[in-house]
């Protein structure tokens, strides 16, 4: 339960560039809205917190914010048409046949659930192999910054991220070569 604002502090202190990095890198790489979703994101777990497991909280904070920011992609996307304007046509775009689409959706969804399940595992199995994969290969941040951010040397990140991928190989390198 939370005992005033220590413990939220806490959790702030620890998530906050998680929560921003998912945010900005679902949103299109837009620092404004990754920081308003990040805000919304942390408003929503100060309001609901007595509700939530304390295990499940960094997963949550994940989930939360990554569909926030899908769903500011999905608003970014819709486009208003001037219906006013003569002059303007509306082009439809060339579409797929219903059972592409929804095979190519199903497939997404399967693989979006596959790597929330990685990351989530991972996390789990090893804090320090998931920062180094996170940072590295989602968030495309070079190696010398992940080592100086992660105060290691670049032949230990080497060796932490080879070791990651080897679990994640090892473990799921079936199931996602299933998916192709």
């Known amino acids: 339960m939370l005992t005033g604002n220590r413990e939220f502090n806490e959790i702030y202190e620890k998530y906050k ?3 921003l990095k998912v945010a900005y890198m679902y949103s299109g790489d837009n620092c ?6 990040t805000q919304d994101t942390f408003l929503k777990l100060y309001m609901n917190f007595d ?3 304390q295990g499940n909280i960094h997963a949550w904070l994940f989930t939360t914010a990554k569909n ?4 500011f992609q999905k608003k970014q996307s819709y486009e208003l048409l001037d219906l006013d304007n003569e002059e303007s ?3 439809l775009p060339s579409r797929e046949s219903t059972e592409e689409e929804y095979a190519r959706m199903a497939l997404e969804k399967a693989r979006s659930e596959l790597h929330e399940k990685i990351f989530s595992e991972l996390y789990e199995r090893n804090p320090r192999w998931y920062e180094a ?3 590295t290969y989602y968030m495309g941040i070079p190696q010398e910054k992940v080592s100086q951010m992660m105060g290691v040397r670049i032949g230990a990140l080497h060796s932490v991220l080879h ?3 080897s679990w994640i190989k090892k473990t799921y390198g079936v ?6």
Do not use: G, S
């Not at 926030?68 to 769903?71: H, K, L, Q, S, V």
């Not at 199931?175 to 192709?180: C, I, K, L, N, Q």
């Open 17 to 19: 560039n998680l929560v």
């Open 32 to 37: 404004d809205a990754a920081e308003d979703i």
């Open 51 to 53: 509700d939530l497991k």
């Open 68 to 71: 926030a920011a899908i769903n």
């Open 89 to 91: 046509e509306i082009e």
């Open 133 to 135: 994969i996170f940072l």
């Open 163 to 165: 070791r990651a991928k």
């Open 175 to 180: 199931e996602y070569e299933e998916m192709e």
